[in-house]
T-cell receptor
């Protein structure tokens, strides 16, 4: 069955430090890949997506992610974290299908220390 | 341009009751998807509506049902509420084309079942 794994439940970084959030997926083919961010009381906001082409994708708020087919991974990175980046981050995939529904990982909660 | 809106924001029900949640899609979007997000978990796909018909369903029992109206707004109905139905319910709208389109999420309805 298809699945998305985010191995880190909670990550704490200092403001200004770099960040990497891990995501692995389990599918036979390369799915469409996404990262979403959710702040308390807010809906989900799309940070970036990968469909095909260049495996390094740039998103909003200074985030980027790299697709590695050999590792079935799509890790999210940011070179310098800001306090406002504290939130929950979800990796998600879409596979071919009539509904093209999103399948989400369980999320990584990011805490930013001053 | 108005984004996706959901009502009510919060709702408290007791076990066995029925509930209706509402979603207004973003202008120009004809597809609506519903997700359930339990505390500490990623959202799970409930179902999707396109042109007023169900267009895909996740692993949810029949007591979860929905409607889509000619203006593309949507309702999620849950009968015989159970304690485990307590969650954040997210609605997402998207345009429908031949390829995958970004889903735009509303802020959600927080349902508490006592």
């Amino acid at each position: 069955a298809q699945s998305v794994t985010q191995p880190d439940i909670h990550i704490t970084v200092s403001e200004g430090a770099s960040l990497e959030l891990r995501c692995n997926y389990s599918y036979g083919a390369t799915p469409y890949l996404f990262w979403y961010v959710q702040s308390p009381g807010q809906g989900l906001q799309l940070l970036l997506k990968y469909f095909s082409g260049d495996t390094l994708v740039q998103g909003i708020k200074g985030f980027e992610a790299e697709f590695k087919r050999s590792q079935s991974s799509f890790n999210l990175r940011k070179p310098s974290v800001h306090w406002s980046d504290a939130a929950e981050y979800f990796c998600a995939v879409v596979i071919s299908g009539s509904a093209r529904q999103l399948t989400f990982g369980s999320g990584t909660q990011l805490t930013v220390l001053p | 341009e108005t984004g996706v809106t959901q009502s009510p924001t919060h709702l408290i029900k007791t076990r066995g009751q029925q509930v209706t949640l509402r979603c207004s899609s973003q202008s120009g979007h004809n597809t609506v998807s519903w997700y359930q997000q339990a505390l500490g978990q990623g959202p799970q796909f409930i179902f999707q509506y396109y042109r007023e018909e169900e267009n895909g369903r996740g692993n949810f029992p029949p007591r979860f049902s929905g409607l889509q109206f000619p203006n593309y707004s949507s309702e999620l109905n849950v009968n015989a509420l159970e304690l485990d139905d307590s969650a954040l319910y997210l609605c997402a709208s998207s345009p429908r084309t031949s390829d995958y389109n970004e889903q735009f999420f509303g802020p959600g309805t927080r349902l508490t079942v006592l």
